[in-house]
Structures are given as C-alpha cells and as structure tokens.
C-alpha cells in the first residue's frame, strides 16, 4: 500500500490568487479574480468547455511565461513554495510513450526537488491498478489516467492540480478515477486543485467550488447550499463561448508558419540564437545520467538507426551504380575515349563521391528522414503536453529532448555518410569489374582513389572539410527540427504542418551549407582538386 502522509513532510500551504487578469488573444478570460484554495482541501473550479480553465491552471503551474506572445496575465499567484514543485496531471494525460509504464514513474522519482516520502513504482503501479507488461501507449483510457496520477505522485509535489481529469471517459470510468482522486488526496493530504466541465462524478468528493463565468470574467465561490443548482447556473454560461480556449490564442490556424514567412529572413537573429542554444546544448546538463542516456539512445536511434542505414545504403548501392555503370556505358566515342580516360574518370569518380555527390545526397536525405522524425517526435510531445509534463516534473527540455538531438545529429550525420559512401564505393566497383571485364579490382581500388589516398596518412584527402560541412548540416539540421517541433500545436494538422516545414527548411539550409563550403573548399583552395 502507498505510506500515508507523515509529519516530516513539508506543511502544504493555501494557493492564493490575487487580483488576476488574464486575456487570450483579444478575449478576456479573468479580470482581476482573487480566490483561495486552501491547504489540504479539494477545490473544483467548474465551467463551461473553452472558458479558459485549463489556461488558469497552466498559469498557476507556472507553465505559461509572463512574456507569452499571446497570453497575458497580470497579478498575484502565491503557492507557498517553488511553482516548479507543483504537479499536473494533464487533461491528455501527457505520458511518456517511449517509457514503460514503470518508466513514466522512475523517471519522476529521479527528478523529484527533495520530498520526504519515497514510493516504489511497483507499490504505486500495484496501488492504482496500471498493468506493467502493456506499453504505456496501448494502456486504456483510465489506466492512463491511473499512470499520470502515479506519476505525479512519484514527484511527490506540494500540490496536485488535476485538468479535466475524467474528461472523454464513461460514467463508471468517471467515478473511478473520482474515487482515486478522493483516496489520494486523504492519504497524502495535498492541496488539490480540479479543473472540470463534467462535476457531477467530482463534485461529492469536494470541499470548495469555483465557478469561472465568462460572462463577466470572474472567478467567483459558489456556497455549499447551492451546489445542486451548479447545472443551472452553468447552462447560460454555455451558450456564451464559441471559441475553444486552446484556439484563443491562435488567429491564423494551422498555417501559422505561412503567416509567419515573411518574418524569417529579417529575424536572422533568431536563428543565430537558436544555433547558439544548440552549441551550447551539446554538453549534457542531466540531473539523472541514466534518464539522459537513456533519451540520447531514444533520438540517436530516431535519427541514425538500423532504418536509416538500410536507407543510407540503399542510396549509396544506387548513386554507386548509377555514376559508374552510366559514365562508361554512354561515354562518346568510348572505343577511342576510354582507353585514354578510364583512369582519370574513375579518379574523378572516386573524388566527387566522397567529397560533392555523396555528402550533398547524405545530408539531403537524412534532413528529409531524420529532421521529420525529430520534428513529428518533438511536435506529438508539444500536442500532447509531455513537454509540459517534463517542466512540472522540475525537468528542462533542452536538457532531455535538445542535448539528445543534437548529438545525434553531430555524431549521426558523418556516420551516415560513411554508411552510403561505402556502399557506393563497393557497388561502383562490383558494377565496374562486371562491366569492364578487361580490368581488375586491383585497377579500380588504384585510380578510384587515387585522388583521395594520402601518402603515410590514414584519412582520405579533404576528410577535414568533409566533416566540417558534415558537421554543420547535422547541427543545423538538429535546430530546424527540434524548434518547429515546439512550435505551439493545436491539432495533429499543425504536427504535419511543422513536419512539412521541417523538410523545407532543412533541406534549403544543407545545399546553402553545401554551396559555402564549395565555394571556400574547391575555390580559394584549387590546389586541392588537382
């Protein structure tokens, strides 16, 4: 059983909002609201769907920046302690998908800012009923909510605040996850906060209610006598909403971006600030050396994995055919040509694999692969509020989602280039000596490389520039991806949408990186073509 609340744990303390102001986009949400959530005590703040309750609780988690670009809000919100030790158990549940349900707790328990009441995850697995041999993705509806609440209770925060929690489930579902509620909150005595449009399963196991009316923009309490009559007061309240609050903040919809072109080429520095941020988070500031290796194995095989060497390969069997077979099948003349120039064009063959024709496809390819699979992975995380579960849980993104990509890029993007020039570089010599049977491999292994082999050295001539620009496309590569990926997502269209973007913009930076690099590498330095 979960160990009940002792009196070593710190003395939870009453929420206060104080004359709170909150407008989301041009429609004021609260003006100037002050409420009490008392210590230890149950509040229910109800409403009807899209009146900004779940906004509310996001601010009071301190999940919403005082310098949103949309979202503002003035006043006083004091928790009595660090707003980071406040755990949420979201509306989505915000699970970890890519952890084991034993996982998603773990992970919580190593992040924890210090509580004095430790839980094992099998204890808690066992307590609220969550199956440990289902991956968390395929887990039920309330076997989900069960685990965000397991979760959360890993943390061990001062205060759960609860969002929509029996949102989308049936009515006996409803009264189980209301009863596990009621059982949590009377063993660990938190101060609880309930965010809900659906009061009928929650509102018996209350001691307070909140009603949020957007028809004046308050927050007001609603007596104990008149809670029967909560239905009635709410039905009004309905017809007045026509925007969902998760829209509020959203006027172009999903071509959010589109609109937005115009701003890219001027905020040039934004896009420095964002390569700085992705320089600096190559050194690894994990909390837990385990859950940051274990998020770097996640992205390096999301980026490099079996997959993409199967991928990678397959390009280099093909660009390795397709320049050798077709340079001596069409070559003019090639009864008096060849025999003169079959040196020279498989030195030249050799050269521009390794350092243009290769490099340019590799990177192509894995900004369009890797950089859409980083983008779609980081941009589920955003729809589905895991990054705000990772910040509730006093976790950095940039430590556990950044740092991961990006060295899976650095290190990623020369490996799969090695992957497909090898497999070019076999295929160019299979295809030759079964084309040209009059010459050995020893022939193709000597003039294929005889631009490339340095004498007494153990790279290949130009290994430096190859890396360098390697290196640059796989940071910037790594940026593009994980910063449209948290772009604000409200629908699985903006993913897709961010994914599109993804390719675009990965794709125009590799051949602009490609383009400098040709111009320096081959231009200022000719001596090193010859």
Known sequence: ??????????????????????????????????????????????????????????????????????????????????????????????????????????????????????????????TLKIPQNVRTSLLSGGQRQRLAIARTLAYDPAAILYDEPTSGLDPATAHQVATIILETHRRFQKTSIVVTHDYDSLLPISDKVYILDPTDASLREIPKEQWQTIGEMLEPMSRSVHVNEERIADDTGGWRWLANLHRVLPHTSKLCEAMLIGLVSL???????????????????????????????????????????????????????????????????GFSLYRIFI???????????SGAAITADIGSKQYGQQIDALQTINVSPRAYLLTPIMISFVIGTPLLNMIAFWAARYTSLFTFTFSQPGHTPDFWNQNFHYSLHVIGGTFYFGTGWLLAKLVCCGLGIGVISY????????????????????????????????????????????????
Request: proline share 5%; net charge positive.
């Open 483 to 530: 910063f449209q990926g948290r772009q604000p997502k409200f629908s699985s269209i903006d993913v897709s949408q961010s994914v599109t973007a993804t390719i675009l913009w990965t794709t125009l930076y590799v051949l602009a990186v490609h383009f400098a690099f040709a111009f320096y590498e081959f231009n200022v330095l000719p001596s090193s073509v010859e």
């Open 283 to 349: 050194v690894p500031t994990w909390r837990s050396q385990k859950w940051g290796l274990t998020y770097l194995m996640h992205y390096a095989r999301l980026v490099a994995g079996p997959t993409a060497w199967i991928y990678m390969a397959l390009s280099g069997l093909i660009i390795g055919f397709v320049t050798t077979y077709f340079v001596f099948r069409f070559l003019p003349f090639a009864g008096y040509t060849q025999p003169l120039l079959i040196e020279e064009l498989l030195s030249a063959m």
């Open 1 to 126: 059983m979960i160990p009940a609340a002792d009196d070593s744990a710190a003395i939870p303390q009453d929420i206060r909002v104080s004359s709170l102001s909150v407008t989301a986009g041009r429609r004021q949400l609260l003006n100037r609201a002050n409420a009490i959530f008392p210590a230890r005590q149950l509040t229910l703040i109800v409403g009807p769907s899209g009146v900004g309750k779940s906004l509310l609780l996001k601010i009071i988690a301190g999940l919403v920046p005082r310098d949103h670009a949309s979202i503002h809000f003035s006043g006083n919100i004091e928790t009595g302690t660090q707003q980071q030790n406040l755990g949420v158990v979201f509306q989505s549940f915000a699970l970890f998908d890519e952890l084991t349900p034993k996982g998603n707790i773990e992970f919580a328990k190593a992040h924890r800012c210090g509580g004095s009441r430790d839980v094992s995850a099998d204890v808690l697995l066992e």
């Open 359 to 369: 490099p340019v496809l590799a990177t192509v390819m894995i900004a369009a692969r």
